[in-house]
């Protein structure tokens, strides 16, 4: 102790001056004090028993716990009372707890001593704080409420964020089950500047299943069978909790039938057998199997099942081309879509069946150990084939259904099952058709002749144009060689004119047959007199020309064209009477 504190001690005697002190007079202000003496009265109370600074940090202990209040002593003239709120992170407080405290008031207006421990733990709790950082000291911390994306805890009397990936090891779905709980935590990040402070409890857990998880990973082995817990689904699969070990069970090994989603199967912290598939070098990915625990339903088909036998099913694969059907539970067969139906012309099977239709069909091969099945509907049906010659006579008429065609013609179903083609040239007697879709377009009502049938190779020869009378018969008459008629110039070009009479035949007139008599040329709309000078039924074509009527030479051409066709039509009109002759003489002996 310094001479000038002994002196200052010797020249006020604190029971000398609280003895002779008038408490009265000094409170009524009666008696004023000199300031001067009550701060050397202070000093003079200093390093004594029980004097406490306000605002000091000083450690207590709690000597009793009421309903609200905790009782601490803290060895000066009096105790403390700090409400329970203050310790609501500390939830098994017990007296002869020694805590931290901070002096609000040596005295209230009571006279009693004012002590608050959340300012004390305030304080002291950046220290604790970054040392808990530096040395991973494991820090108690109550959950206070829920914030966006985790929750807020008071650690130390400071409120840190704790991410809500960092709660647990698996997904939270529920995150109120945490507040208002005091938990054990690891300070993982410390932003001085914002005294931000952010805790994990996921951290501790890790760091315990860590261990154990070298453990399982040492012990794993192909074909091991392991309980685990369903810890998350998605669309491709389910993750299985092995006990700090983490597997997947991929859709396909959920279950032998087909699955849409593994949530049909499986739903979350479900409890299950798994059996190890197989897994990389480090063992970091395991692959897991559920329906290996289970024998393949092939190896439990009916063993009298053969080819030719009718089965049902139900449809659970949709493609194009083909559908699968589950004639039992994981056994599949592929109905083809020629399969569906005696129709040849092409169709998807979506024509057929949908997703979810009960089917009946007839087994057309079956493999156990490929573990293969082909089905087929159409066989459950007659073939309509069969009794051809009598529905579809050669030369009978019918009307059937445009289903598809080609450059070369028209395919048109008569029933399901039997299509027959038209060709492009037996689909009229005076069009000249580019294209069939320029005469028809699918699903048109087309009334066709059977031309030609072929039972063996399944074909059938349709003509549409046959089941109208020819107008080449008429027209034979009609447009004789060196006949005039009136025509409209419809087209025009290098090679010559395509000319229309007013019954709508046409007729082509080549580019030299356009002359006029002045010396000109026809044009496109002209109208004008034309003479045949060629005709072929056969061909359907007709020549004419203009320049024919004025020129002599060509005339005579005309004149002679027309005198040979009139010696070959009566050539052969003699042959047929010099047979009949012949015929007759024949008779006669």
Not at 80 to 105: C, M, Q
Not at 193 to 207: M, R, Y
Not at 496 to 505: I, K, N, P, Q
Not at 515 to 520: A, F, S, T, V
Request: one cysteine or more; proline letters at 2%.
């Amino acid at each position: 102790m310094s001479e000038e504190t002994k002196n200052t001690a010797e020249a006020v005697n604190p029971a000398q001056f609280l003895a002779t002190f008038n408490w009265h007079k000094y409170e009524e202000g009666i008696d004023e004090v000199d300031e001067s003496k009550l701060q050397e009265f202070e000093k003079a109370l200093e390093g004594t028993v029980g004097f406490v600074n306000e605002r000091d940090v000083i450690e207590g202990e709690v000597v009793r716990i009421t309903d609200r209040d905790a009782i601490i002593d803290i060895n000066s003239k009096s105790e403390g009372v700090i409400s329970l709120n203050e310790f609501r992170y500390n939830p098994n407080l017990a007296v002869g707890d020694k805590v931290e405290v901070l002096v609000d008031k040596r005295e209230d207006s009571s006279g009693q001593l004012v002590l608050s421990h959340k300012k004390a733990r305030v304080i002291k709790a950046w220290d604790r704080v970054n040392n808990a950082h530096e040395t991973g000291e494991i820090v108690n911390g109550f959950v206070k409420c829920r914030t966006r994306g985790g929750m807020i805890v008071d650690v130390f009397g400071i409120e840190a964020f704790l991410p809500g990936s960092q709660i647990d090891v698996k997904p939270i779905r529920d995150y109120d089950q945490y507040v208002e709980k005091t938990m054990e935590f690891k300070v993982v990040k410390i932003n001085h500047e914002f005294k931000n402070v952010v805790v994990s409890h996921k951290a501790l857990i890790e760091a315990d299943l860590e261990d154990q998880k070298r453990e399982i990973i040492g012990q794993l082995e192909k074909g091991q069978v392991l309980e685990g817990i369903v810890k998350n689904i998605t669309s491709y699969g389910v993750f299985v909790d092995l006990g700090g070990v983490d597997g997947l069970v991929h859709i396909t090994d959920l279950s032998w039938s087909r699955i849409n989603h593994p949530n049909e199967v499986v739903e979350l912290d479900q409890k299950l057998n798994v059996v190890i598939l197989d897994f990389d070098d480090n063992k970091s990915r395991i692959q897991l199997g559920l329906k290996q625990l289970s024998a393949h339903p092939w190896e439990a088909l009916n063993s009298e099942l053969k080819v030719g036998d009718k089965v049902k099913g139900k449809v659970v694969v949709l493609a194009d081309y083909g559908a699968f059907v589950e004639v039992e539970e994981g056994v599949e067969g592929l109905i083809h879509v020629s399969e569906m139906s005696w129709s040849t012309h092409l169709r998807s099977a979506q024509d057929f069946v949908k997703v979810g239709d009960e089917v009946e069909a007839q087994i057309l091969t079956l493999d156990r150990e490929e573990r293969k099945m082909s089905l087929g509907m159409k066989q459950l049906h007659p073939d309509p084939w069969t009794d051809i010659t009598t529905k579809y006579p050669v030369g009978s008429k019918h009307t059937g259904t445009v289903r598809n065609y080609t450059n070369f013609g028209v395919f048109v179903e008569l029933e399901e099952g039997i299509d027959g083609l038209v060709y492009i040239s037996d689909l009229s007697w005076t069009k000249k058709i580019k294209h069939p879709s320029d005469f028809v377009t699918v699903g048109d009502q087309l009334e066709v002749q059977v031309l030609e049938l072929d039972v063996e190779n399944r074909k059938l020869n349709l003509g549409h144009k046959q089941t109208q009378d020819n107008p080449w018969d008429a027209h034979e008459a009609t447009y004789k060689i060196g006949s005039m008629h009136e025509g409209t110039i419809k087209e025009k070009n290098d090679k010559g004119a395509t000319v229309v009479f007013a019954d709508g035949v046409e007729a082509f007139a080549p580019t030299r047959f356009l002359e006029k008599e002045d010396g000109g040329k026809l044009a496109k709309g002209d109208e004008a007199k034309f003479q045949v000078t060629e005709f072929s039924k056969e061909y359907r074509r007709i020549v004419v020309s203009h320049t024919s009527i004025f020129r002599e030479e060509e005339q005579k051409n005309i004149k002679a064209a027309a005198a040979k066709a009139q010696d070959v039509e009566k050539t052969t009109l003699g042959d047929i009477g010099g047979l009949a002759e012949l015929k007759k003489k024949m008779e006669g002996k």
